[in-house]
Structure formats: structure tokens, C-alpha cells
């Protein structure tokens, strides 16, 4: 048996399974769900703030909110995105140019601009202040399960069913590299906060590594999971990755040696939606036992054992861990060899 972190809040109102979480810089959770609310809830009180917002004819599912919490968006299985004021539960604007689910909304670094991602295969891309559509991108051969903006909001990363993950150039929409390819379709993608490297989980429970300059894979995937990723967080700092699954659990890893970090986040269902606060000390979880579970990883840290049931398969070390043991090689050869050369005396070294 995993040891297992003991979540310290649980967050009830919902009444059907979650869909996605996010934090807001004002410390607040807003969820999606399949019972067509979006909600609003208190960390520190564990409340529900306010009524829920309703206006979905379906259920919720992707959410984005804004730096000033002041606007939430979210995107339905009724294929609209619905621009909410969080204070008043009106609605701003409503957008139905999707023709399928829309599971992923992100605002762009600066909120000029907001990403959706899409069952119907496309990505498109609208103008914050008009709501206008900018770009309509449809490269794509099956559904768009994830969009993200890197941190320096030059560039757009998507994942898609047809099992790749595709990078855009923000400003113009067009395609920056050759498609990633991953053995499964992808659900889900994070970038780092420096903005070189993507991070994509798959249907077959593993997480990928990408250089975002070059779309080079960074060593083997990491079998994080007996079955689907459904929901990937990375953490403020760019340290842990958070991962929750079909499996019934969470789990967090280094992103520097690949470990599982802490004890794994156990539910009794799948779960489908993970997020970190503001902080990196908090994350909340939620997925189909209809209630968020709030835990707190600030005392955690990385385990040396393997800890994934099937048998966790390691993967090779980040490449800049490679780099450093290649340079340990070569000074140690250097070395050796500098040795050998002073006891042959100075007519040797000439020939270096």
C-alpha cells in the first residue's frame, strides 16, 4: 500500500463530477462541472462563494480567470465560451463559433488575447477587448484537448487526439516546429516557466519532455500512471509537476530528477482536474467523487523508491543532467591523461 497524504479541506456543493480547477492570484478555486455551474469557492473558509454562475446548457468544462479575478471564462459541452463578471454572475459575452466541446480556455500572459481549445479539431484565438476571432486554426486531425500560452506569451502550445502537440508563433499563428509526436493522444500540456520546454500527458498514463526552440524530446517519457492522464499543473517555481488520473490518484513529480515528490494524493474515483495555488504550497484536486479536495504539499518532498503501481519505469535524468555527468567524463579523462603526461616528463606534453 502507497502512503498517502491526508487532504486538510474538501469543498462541497457540486452535484455531478468536476471537470477543471483553477486558482485565482486571490487565492479563490473556480471549478467546472458536468452539472453546468461554475462555481466559486473560499480556500481559507472552504465556502462557496456566492451562487453559482449558470448560463451553460451543458456541462462546463475548460475555465480560465483573469489576474484581477475579476473575469472568468468557461467553455461547455454545449460548445459555447461564456465571458462571466465574477462579481455579478452577468454575463459579458457569449461566444458560439465552436461546434463541439470546448475543454481548454487560457488567457494569454498579457490578456490581450484568449486560446480555446476544442473537440470540433480546432484552436482558435480571440481578441480580449473586441472578442473578436483572430485566428481559427484548424491543422489539427482530431479533437483539441489542450492550449497553453508559454510564460513570455510569444508563443502557443496545443494537444490534440491525432497524438501530437503542435507550437505556435502567437503573433502570427503559424506553425513554429514540426509536430511532437507521442504514442497516445494528449490531454493535456504545461510549459515551463521559462518558456523552453512543454510538458504533455497522454492517454497511456505518461508524461513527455520537449524542447519548445528545437521540439527535440528531452529523454524517454515518464510512466507516471496505470491509465489516462487527464489533467497536468506545473508549480509556480517550474519544480513539480502535478498529474491526476483515471487511476483514482494525483501525484507530483520533480521535474529536475523525475521522482515522485511526496505521498501520492489517493481518491475513491478518477480524477480530472489539478492545480496549484498561487504559492506552490497548496493543490487542489476533484474528478468524479463530485468534491474538491484541497492538500497541503509544503512539508513534502521527493521519494527515493519507486512509488507507481504498475511498476514505475525510470526514466533517464533532465538533459541538463546529462550535460553535467558528460563534462564530469571529459574532466576526469583530462585529468587522467594531464597525469600521465607530467610522469612521461615535458618532451610528451608536445604532443598534446
Not at 76 to 96: H, M, P, V
Not at 200 to 229: E, K, N
Not at 295 to 303: L, N
Request: proline share 5%; with cysteine.
Amino acid at each position: 500500500m502507497e502512503p498517502s497524504l491526508s487532504p486538510i479541506k474538501s469543498f462541497r456543493g457540486h452535484t455531478d463530477y468536476l471537470n477543471r480547477l483553477v486558482f485565482s492570484k486571490q487565492l479563490k478555486i473556480i471549478s467546472t462541472c458536468k452539472d453546468w455551474t461554475v462555481r466559486i469557492w473560499d480556500v481559507e473558509t472552504g465556502n462557496q462563494v456566492g451562487d453559482p454562475f449558470d448560463g451553460h446548457t451543458d456541462g462546463t468544462c475548460g475555465v480560465a480567470v483573469s489576474m484581477d479575478g475579476r473575469r472568468i471564462v468557461s467553455g461547455g459541452k454545449d460548445d459555447k465560451i461564456i465571458i462571466w463578471d465574477a462579481d455579478t454572475r452577468e454575463i459579458i459575452r457569449c461566444l458560439s463559433h465552436h461546434t463541439s466541446w470546448v475543454g481548454c480556455i487560457r488567457f494569454s500572459p498579457d490578456e490581450k488575447r484568449l486560446a480555446s481549445a476544442s473537440w470540433d479539431g480546432t484552436l482558435k484565438i480571440w481578441d480580449v477587448e473586441t472578442w473578436e476571432l483572430v485566428f481559427d486554426i484548424d491543422d489539427h486531425q482530431g479533437q483539441v484537448h489542450a492550449v497553453a500560452y508559454s510564460p513570455n506569451g510569444t508563443k502557443l502550445a496545443s494537444g490534440s487526439h491525432d497524438q501530437t502537440v503542435r507550437i505556435w508563433n502567437a503573433a502570427t499563428g503559424k506553425q513554429q516546429t514540426q509536430p511532437l509526436i507521442h504514442d497516445k493522444p494528449v490531454i493535456s500540456i504545461v510549459w515551463s516557466p521559462d518558456s523552453r520546454r512543454i510538458i504533455s500527458a497522454c492517454t497511456d498514463g505518461q508524461i513527455y519532455f520537449w524542447s519548445a526552440p528545437t521540439g527535440a524530446q528531452l529523454g524517454s517519457p515518464l510512466r507516471a500512471h496505470s491509465r489516462t492522464i487527464i489533467s497536468l499543473a506545473i508549480s509556480p517555481d517550474g519544480e513539480l509537476i502535478a498529474s491526476a488520473s483515471v487511476d483514482s490518484t494525483a501525484r507530483l513529480w520533480s521535474t529536475t530528477t523525475r521522482k515522485p515528490f511526496g505521498r501520492v494524493l489517493q481518491h475513491a474515483k478518477r480524477v480530472s482536474a489539478i492545480a496549484f495555488s498561487p504559492n506552490g504550497q497548496l493543490v487542489a484536486t476533484g474528478g468524479r467523487e463530485n468534491t474538491i479536495f484541497l492538500w497541503d504539499i509544503s512539508q513534502e518532498s521527493t521519494i527515493t523508491t519507486n512509488a507507481v503501481s504498475p511498476p514505475f519505469v525510470s526514466p533517464v535524468s533532465h538533459i541538463s543532467s546529462y550535460i553535467d555527468q558528460q563534462t564530469s567524463i571529459l574532466f576526469q579523462l583530462l585529468l587522467h591523461r594531464h597525469r600521465t603526461n607530467y610522469r612521461m616528463g615535458p618532451s610528451s606534453q608536445q604532443n598534446l
